[in-house]
């Protein structure tokens, strides 16, 4: 115990001494943080739509009204022709436009079947799609609160369970947490290993008679108390700066984070065993862990939706499954009893990376 905490001590020392490392390691949360949720929001805020509106009707103004008084939509102009509308998108002055044709109000008040056109600017996919289903949920409210309605049709009520509001920081907090804590995790104990290759300290650790075990449990523990720091720090200005309540257990979350933080700082350590160059160490840890996390986790792009190799390959990464463990301990406030699969998968890979660290540890030099 008292070679490792000598050891331990030892790399504290090579970390604190490293201004600009702490820079990183403290510093990237916070401005990953800041970023997604004030600049990269995937939500939609005053986004400029324009009403062509051909009724003219009490009912059409309601309409109208109720969607200018959403915080979600700012009414630019009221168009008065198709021509104009076209000119407007060309512009780039609109996003989106409301059609609502003659005899709205009185299919509206017979009960026929009334019909809205919403054309949206297909140059951006995505916010095309937000701006629609916003709008679509809009039209529908409007539907529901009127009384002169007869119709005999279902109306559907849509409501967006554990996002109401359909803000973004549900989505992408447990993204970056997940993302955050494997790059620091893998990135700093890559190196730590190759660092004494590459500067010959690695010969007096060898003939020390310090178990690979203990050389391994060394190297890990000063990152393991960083990234308990670092996750705190995430886990506060979610609450403080974006207002994401923790619905879940927190003992729990941190628990399950103890074993992903503890499942890379083992992955950083395999990477280093197996490289003989920092460069080469840090490369493998950026592309072979950044892309397939940011691609292949769920973070960014669905997995059902890809490939079934692709799948196959996602559920290898560690961030996949620690990625669904948060979205449904902080946003949904589940139990064990529901992420217990995904726990099991996160501590068998933690042990499998420990035994192939303590195996490939080499005892002599090449």
């Known amino acids: 115990m008292k070679q490792l905490l000598t050891f331990v001590r030892k790399e504290f020392l090579h970390v604190l001494r490293d201004k600009r490392t702490l820079l990183i390691l403290f510093g990237m949360p916070v401005v990953q943080i800041l970023l997604f949720g004030f600049a990269l929001s995937t939500e939609v805020k005053d986004t400029r739509i324009g009403v062509l509106d051909q009724d003219k009707s009490h009912a059409s103004t309601e309409l109208v009204s109720k969607i200018h008084a959403n915080l979600y939509f700012d009414l630019e102009q009221d168009l008065k022709s198709i021509h104009e509308a076209e000119d407007a998108f ?4 609109i996003k989106m436009i409301m059609v609502i044709p003659a005899g ?10 009334t019909q809205l056109q919403l054309i949206t600017d297909g140059t951006d996919l995505n916010l095309a799609n937000q701006i629609y289903n916003f709008m679509s949920n809009i039209i529908l409210d409007f539907y529901g609160q009127q009384t002169l309605v007869q119709s005999s ?4 009520e849509i409501r967006m369970l554990y ?15 997940a993302f955050i804590l494997l790059i620091i995790c893998v990135l700093m104990t890559a190196i ?3 660092r004494e290759k590459e500067t010959g ?7 020390s008679p310090m178990k690979p075990y203990v050389i391994i449990l060394a190297k890990a523990i000063p990152y393991f108390i960083l990234s308990i720091i670092i996750l705190i720090s995430i886990l506060v200005l979610s609450v403080t700066v974006l207002d994401l309540p923790i619905k879940g257990n927190l003992f729990l979350l941190f628990g399950i984070s103890i074993i992903f933080i503890i499942t890379n700082l083992l992955l950083g350590i395999v990477i280093s065993i197996l490289t003989r160059t ?8 950026l592309v072979g862990t950044m892309l397939p996390t940011l691609m292949l986790s769920g973070f960014m792009f669905p997995v059902e939706n890809m490939p079934v190799p692709l799948q196959v390959i996602g559920n290898v990464i560690p961030a996949k499954w620690y990625y669904e463990i948060v979205k449904n301990i902080m946003i949904k406030g589940t139990g064990l009893e529901v992420i217990w699969k995904h726990t099991a998968v996160l501590t068998g890979m933690m042990m499998m990376l420990f035994l192939i660290a303590v195996r490939k540890f080499k005892v002599r030099l090449e």
């Not at 709205?104 to 079947?113: A, I, P, V, W, Y």
């Not at 049709?153 to 559907?156: A, V, Y």
């Not at 300290?201 to 003939?207: C, F, I, P, Q």
């Open 90 to 93: 060309k512009g780039g002055r």
């Open 104 to 113: 709205f109000s009185e299919d509206l008040t017979s009960g026929k079947k």
């Open 153 to 156: 049709e279902i109306q559907p």
């Open 163 to 177: 996002n109401p509001q359909l803000q973004g920081a549900p989505n992408f907090v447990p993204g970056v947490m």
């Open 192 to 194: 730590a290993i190759v």
């Open 201 to 207: 300290t690695l010969e007096v650790l060898l003939v």
């Open 278 to 285: 920092q460069q080469t160490a840090m490369l493998i840890s």
